[in-house]
């Protein structure tokens, strides 16, 4: 008896010490950091405003993607109403960074491609309205298992109870473990000969899933009933239920896991779980017993059956009326038909915001701790940019045939007014999550190198009207190699002016003046209008043999447009805890590199390249009264196709080409301008307004001497110069002979 005494006061220790251990781990981890959260990336919220230029297909496009839907009355939020002329949309608000945007029925009335007035429920017009942002992507845990955490009182209607209905009917009356379901589990396993049912609460399936495994082993029945007492005794029942909706494993989107009703409600559904209706939360409720067995997408009848079951349950139960039970029973599953989330659409510009947080953020921090990210990307303009890319490369496949095989693709939008990256194309496969080459591609830039050195030009004294030998040269190198570029006609165009060799792209002409201005003073332009990479000083550069990204390129380009500010290029705006406290803010920076009147010099050849140029196509799907500037590219051999420019409020960059380096049957024009062009016809950009600074005036010059002419002399043209820079010397075209005088005051009287 002293043995069996002592044996038990060892046990009754070692119990006590045990179940002091346990609740230090229930308590740590429930009152703790419970879930690794991964960051949550959204794209820029749609503003609403009258005025604003915005057609009804594209808001309808917007809320589609926002998975809005579309009835015959907009009564709660995430509902659209949907007329001819006007839309009423219940918006469901959001808790943006710098305020919490409220939800609001309001009536929306277009004309043309116009949105014309707002008008909210109450009979107020708010001046702007935000939509809430579209959810892009996150960066997720190694666990790869991923929730979106909602309250109880965020809970639909019925969720709650019919969890507890199916679940754990005595929930609410016992302390974390039910004796009368673990007989009943031991009975039914005895007669079995095996673990067949596990009798367990609530509270103990929280406990398996969130301190356990999921293994159906006795130790593992052992250690989980006093835990579900402890759990019991520190906190009510509503935040162990809570706790539940989204720790409960409700599916599998390829490698990641679906826990919780919130990200459940999202992957089956396409909506928030407070919209879910009576059959849908049925559905769910019925998936937690088997979430690959009731899969409603491979096994629709089985869950179908399981789902109307959980609705009898509560029916019989009282919680629901016959009517809506009824009702309830006649819908149909409604599960959405993509097997995936609605993230990771737009793999090219996630990856880009990844590289950006990682600057600041360790991989752990952006995996766990429930960040939100919100970024520039605009998805209608990402939209736009994949069907002009996927259109324009179509068609020239079917032109130029095999020719034209394996083409690959990359594309960069941005603002060129604030810098922010709108949109990004990493390639042909806009969902392909790999190589990114609109970051990674290094490719020869081609002529796309040559307003860096025009401008260098024009800051050593050179004007537009500058005389420039279009003729033939040659470079010895140090290797003993002659370097000898040719024009792409293959011929020689005599003396020029400096603006008509970029506008039509003289390489000639081109290499002789960068090699007079010299390559130090090209590289350093190139690096003040934001080249980041080291530039090798060989003459080769002044062609554009040195390898840059679509991005980079970009931000050079955008230097160009916004009258010599660099700007560095926006991917994100704001970076907030779970919490929304803010913790990072990418605000607009500038930094002027280059005087504006020698950018305005610059902007108004690019015009011309468009107008009168190598990139006089784009007119031929443009407006004429648009405004347009920017410079085609073709690397050595035709292996690379670029095309950069610039509206008033767009900047693209666009590049087409073969991963294996080879040849293309089109140069820079007559590829990635089409992609441009295209690009620009859908997105509808305000004209560039290039405002003249104070330092530039603008003087009529003979093109064929440079002199200074007058308008009324054949060949003239007016070109822009810095005020004293402009020649003295005046051609003569005949203005001043007496006959020619008297005719010239006999038609302006009539005039």
């Known amino acids: ?51 604003q230029a915005l057609t009804m297909d594209e808001l309808k496009q917007e809320l589609k993607a926002l998975n809005y839907r579309f009835v015959r009355r907009a009564d709660q939020p995430g509902a659209v109403e949907w007329a001819s002329t006007r839309a009423r949309v219940y918006s469901r608000g959001f808790a943006f960074p710098d305020g919490a945007e409220p939800s609001r029925n309001m009536l929306l009335t277009f004309s043309g491609d116009r949105l014309t007035s707002i008008r909210a429920a109450d009979g107020s017009q708010p001046p702007l309205v935000r939509l809430e942002p579209m959810l892009i992507g996150g960066i997720y845990p190694k666990s790869n298992e991923d929730r979106d955490l909602i309250k109880l009182d965020q809970a639909p209607p019925y969720l709650a109870q019919a969890l507890v209905t199916v679940e754990d009917r005595a929930f609410y009356d016992h302390f974390g473990v039910s004796l009368k379901g673990i007989a009943r589990a031991m009975w039914v396993n005895i007669r079995a000969g095996r673990f067949v049912q596990g009798g367990s609460t609530l509270t103990q399936q929280l406990i398996k899933n969130f301190y356990l495994t999921s293994d159906r082993t006795l130790s593992r029945k052992l250690l989980e009933l006093p835990m579900a007492v402890l759990l019991e005794l520190h906190y009510d029942k509503d935040e162990i239920l809570e706790a539940y909706l989204n720790e409960v494993y409700l599916g599998q989107s390829g490698s990641r896991a679906i826990h919780g009703f919130g990200l459940a409600s999202q992957y089956y559904f396409a909506r928030p779980v407070q919209e879910l209706e009576l059959h849908q939360v049925a559905l769910l409720v019925g998936m937690v017993k088997g979430p690959s067995w009731y899969d409603p997408r491979r096994n629709p009848d089985r869950a179908m059956e399981r789902r109307n079951l959980v609705l009898k349950m ?44 990682r600057e600041e953020y360790r991989d752990e921090d952006l995996s766990s701790e429930g960040l939100r990210v919100f970024t520039a990307l605009d998805p209608l303009v990402q939209t736009r940019s994949e069907e002009a890319l996927a259109d324009s490369i179509a068609r020239l496949e079917k032109r130029y045939g095999q020719r034209a095989s394996d083409l690959e693709a990359s594309m960069v939008v941005t603002d060129p007014q604030t810098g922010e990256v709108m949109a990004l194309i990493g390639g042909r496969d806009n969902r392909y999550t790999g190589f990114n080459r609109a970051l990674d591609a290094l490719r020869p830039i081609g002529s796309l190198v040559k307003p860096a050195i025009y401008l260098a030009a024009l800051e050593q004294g050179y004007t537009l009207a500058s005389p420039l030998e279009d003729e033939p040269l040659s470079v010895k190198m140090p290797d003993g190699s002659v370097w000898e570029p040719q024009n792409f006609d293959r011929r020689s165009h005599g003396v020029i002016p400096l603006h008509r060799s970029l506008a039509l792209s003289y390489n000639q002409s081109t290499a002789r003046l960068g090699l007079e201005v010299g390559l130090d003073k090209v590289i350093d332009m190139l690096e003040r209008l934001g080249a980041e990479r080291e530039l090798k000083a060989y003459p080769s550069l002044l062609l554009g043999a040195q390898a840059l990204s679509p991005l980079e390129l970009a931000s050079i380009y955008q230097t160009i447009a916004a009258n010599g500010f660099r700007m560095p290029l926006r991917v994100i705006r704001r970076v907030t805890d779970a919490e929304g406290r803010e913790l990072s803010r990418y605000p607009f920076t500038l930094k002027q590199q280059v005087k504006p009147e020698l950018v305005h010099l610059l902007q108004y050849a690019l015009q011309e390249v468009t107008r009168e140029g190598t990139a006089r196509y784009a007119y031929s799907v443009l407006p004429d009264n648009l405004n347009l500037g920017g410079k085609t590219g073709t690397s050595n051999d035709q292996r690379d196709s670029w095309f950069a420019g610039f509206a008033g409020d767009r900047l693209a960059v666009v590049w087409l080409g073969r991963d294996d380096n080879g ?37 009529w010059i003979d093109e064929a001497t440079g002199l200074k002419s007058d308008p009324r002399c054949e060949g003239s043209r007016q070109l822009p110069f810095l005020v004293g820079t402009a020649p003295e010397q005046k051609v003569d075209c005949g203005l001043e002979n007496p006959v020619r005088r008297s005719l010239d005051w006999f038609r302006n009287w009539f005039n």
């Open 1 to 51: 008896m002293r043995w069996l005494l002592k044996l038990s006061l060892v046990l009754t220790v070692l119990a006590a010490v045990g179940l002091v251990y346990l609740d230090a781990q229930v308590r740590s981890k429930f009152e703790g950091k419970r879930w690794a959260l991964p960051a949550k990336v959204y794209a820029r919220p749609l503003e609403l405003y009258p005025g």
């Open 663 to 699: 040849q293309l049957p089109f140069t820079g024009s007559g590829g990635a301008l089409r992609v441009w062009s295209e690009f620009m016809r859908r997105e509808r950009p305000e004209p560039f307004v290039a405002t003249r600074p104070a330092g530039v005036e603008y003087v």
């Open 314 to 357: 509560l029916f019989e139960q009282g919680h629901v009326s016959r009517e809506q039970y009824e009702q309830a029973r006649r819908q149909t599953l409604g599960v959405v038909k993509q097997r995936s989330l609605h993230k990771g659409a737009f793999p090219a510009y996630l990856d880009l915001v990844k590289r950006k947080l």
